[in-house]
């Protein structure tokens, strides 16, 4: 179990980041490279990521380097999810190249690897095996990550959308207890259900949480207490579409006459998260019309509707996303 222990400054400086973290995303995939557990949720991705991974020639470093460095245990190195990826794949890259040489001797050292791996990340303090392994998470993130960005930022604006409604209507307090089954707050800690048993106090540094599309299950954080803490949590996964119908790709044809007036103004309101409630005030209509509309466009997996409380929020899918974009009016 992990604890991470607020004071009331904390819960001022409490945020939910507002894009994928490059990083954390490559790091937590490998983690679903070395597991079925959570394969149904990313099925596509585990169908042709190994595919790509070979067709690349990144299959190598992947087995030789990337999942020694990052195996599925209680710790993995805090250098490879720096805070700077937070702007980018290109800041955070950077970072890890400019990491003390002392610390990633530390880091790594906290690790088990054996034979052959041991001696390679062992290396890893050296400036040239520094920018090797930069090469292989940059050549690992273009060919596993990259390809699902729409998806990863759609189901982050609609986990944003989610914690949002939450904080208005009870506050970051109940921003910490919407965070799903594995987290729980009991005022003022939160419980976490995690592979060894700590605490983490924040003394007033608040914290960050980075919702992440690859994680399944445990949150994970750093494990050097002193840096910026950090918690990544697993979003809600359901199954959706992998492509665009052939209809909705930027047919030229106005979206309403597609799929009709109301439908594609449930669409674009939806954009923004929103209510059954909502819509219907919003567009004049009662709420079992809107229900009516909500339930077809959540079949056709243009919208994700899921419970929150009392009422139920409606979010677009990558598939929405990408809709409303190639159909603008």
């Given at each position: 179990?992990?604890?991470?222990?607020?004071?009331?400054a904390?819960?001022?400086?409490?945020?939910?980041?507002?894009?994928?973290?490059p990083?954390?995303?490559?790091?937590?995939?490998?983690?679903?490279?070395?597991?079925?557990?959570?394969?149904?949720?990313?099925a596509?991705?585990?169908?042709?990521?190994?595919?790509?991974?070979?067709?690349?020639g990144?299959?190598?470093?992947?087995?030789?380097?990337?999942?020694?460095?990052?195996?599925?245990?209680?710790?993995?190195?805090?250098?490879?999810?720096?805070?700077?990826?937070?702007?980018?794949?290109?800041?955070?890259?950077?970072?890890?190249?400019?990491?003390?040489?002392?610390?990633?001797?530390?880091?790594?050292?906290?690790?088990?690897?054996?034979?052959?791996?041991?001696?390679?990340l062992?290396?890893?303090?050296?400036?040239?095996?520094?920018?090797?392994?930069?090469?292989?998470?940059?050549?690992?993130?273009?060919?596993?990550?990259?390809?699902?960005?729409?998806?990863?930022?759609?189901?982050?604006?609609?986990?944003?959308?989610?914690?949002?409604?939450?904080?208005?209507?009870?506050?970051?307090?109940?921003?910490?207890?919407?965070?799903?089954?594995?987290l729980?707050?009991?005022?003022?800690?939160?419980?976490?259900?995690?592979?060894?048993?700590?605490?983490?106090?924040?003394?007033?540094?608040?914290?960050?949480?980075?919702?992440?599309?690859?994680?399944?299950?445990?949150?994970?954080?750093?494990?050097?207490?002193?840096?910026?803490?950090?918690?990544?949590?697993?979003?809600?996964?359901?199954?959706?579409?992998?492509?665009?119908?052939?209809?909705?790709?930027?047919?030229?044809?106005?979206?309403?006459?597609?799929?009709?007036?109301?439908?594609?103004?449930v669409?674009?309101?939806?954009?923004?998260?929103?209510?059954?409630?909502?819509?219907?005030?919003?567009?004049?209509?009662?709420?079992?019309?809107v229900?009516?509309?909500?339930?077809?466009?959540?079949?056709?997996?243009?919208?994700?509707?899921?419970?929150?409380?009392?009422?139920v929020?409606?979010?677009?899918?990558?598939?929405g996303?990408?809709?409303?974009?190639?159909?603008?009016?």
């Amino acid at each position: 179990m992990l604890r991470i222990h607020f004071t009331d400054a904390d819960l001022l400086k409490t945020r939910v980041a507002a894009t994928p973290d490059p990083l954390w995303e490559v790091a937590i995939s490998l983690h679903r490279l070395q597991t079925r557990r959570g394969r149904w949720a990313h099925a596509h991705w585990h169908r042709t990521v190994r595919t790509r991974l070979c067709a690349t020639g990144t299959e190598r470093s992947l087995r030789g380097l990337l999942l020694p460095l990052v195996p599925r245990a209680a710790y993995f190195p805090d250098f490879l999810t720096p805070p700077e990826a937070g702007e980018g794949l290109a800041a955070g890259l950077e970072a890890v190249l400019a990491t003390p040489a002392q610390r990633v001797r530390h880091e790594v050292g906290r690790l088990a690897p054996t034979g052959t791996h041991l001696r390679r990340l062992a290396r890893l303090s050296e400036p040239e095996a520094r920018r090797d392994l930069v090469r292989a998470l940059r050549a690992y993130h273009d060919t596993a990550i990259a390809p699902q960005h729409d998806r990863i930022q759609a189901r982050i604006d609609a986990e944003r959308a989610a914690r949002a409604r939450a904080m208005l209507h009870s506050g970051i307090e109940g921003v910490l207890a919407s965070l799903g089954p594995c987290l729980s707050w009991r005022s003022p800690v939160l419980h976490a259900v995690y592979p060894e048993d700590r605490d983490l106090h924040l003394n007033g540094r608040g914290l960050l949480l980075v919702p992440s599309y690859f994680n399944m299950g445990n949150p994970v954080a750093l494990g050097d207490a002193t840096l910026a803490p950090v918690l990544t949590y697993s979003l809600h996964h359901e199954p959706a579409p992998a492509a665009l119908p052939a209809d909705l790709r930027g047919s030229g044809t106005p979206l309403a006459r597609l799929l009709g007036q109301t439908r594609a103004t449930v669409l674009r309101l939806s954009a923004g998260g929103a209510t059954n409630g909502e819509l219907a005030r919003a567009i004049g209509i009662s709420a079992s019309s809107v229900s009516h509309h909500t339930t077809t466009l959540c079949e056709s997996g243009l919208i994700l509707s899921q419970r929150h409380g009392a009422s139920v929020l409606h979010t677009l899918t990558p598939l929405g996303a990408a809709t409303l974009r190639a159909n603008p009016e």
